[in-house]
């Protein structure tokens, strides 16, 4: 699998991000393009999986990793209580524009029913 994209420039710190969260297995930083008021990427940093299609049973806790990251920054920043949505692209027509899987958390203010979040 190679790390030879936008996020695995990330996870080298070639490039700069906000980051706001990081364990052994897991990197959150801010989008560059926030489609709400808290916007926070999860994504593992030692497997680049393209999709979450591409996903093989042996690497699903990795979906857990990354959902649980997310629930743990939401707590430590103090917005659980008012709510958070997470949400995972999957391929071109549903917005995913960097092959290396991630999950978005987007908070702070109300969503409604239909929120985007693009990457």
């Known amino acids: 699998m190679s790390h030879d994209t936008l996020f695995g ?9 906000t980051i706001v969260y990081e364990d052994e297995e897991v990197l959150g930083f801010k989008d560059i393009a926030p489609q709400a008021p808290v916007h926070v990427l999860f994504i593992p940093k030692h497997e680049a999986i393209p999709t979450l299609d591409d996903v093989q049973p042996e690497q699903a806790h990795l979906i857990g990793k990354l959902a649980m990251a997310a629930a743990d920054y939401a ?12 949400v995972m692209n999957c391929r071109e027509h549903a917005g995913q524009t960097v092959f290396h899987i ?18």
Do not use: S, V, W
């Open 75 to 86: 707590r430590r920043e103090g917005f659980a209580q008012d709510g958070y949505r997470i």
């Open 102 to 119: 991630h999950l978005h958390l987007l908070a702070g203010a109300p969503l409604g029913h239909f929120g985007t979040a693009n990457g």
């Open 9 to 17: 420039k990330i996870i080298r710190r070639e490039i700069p991000a």
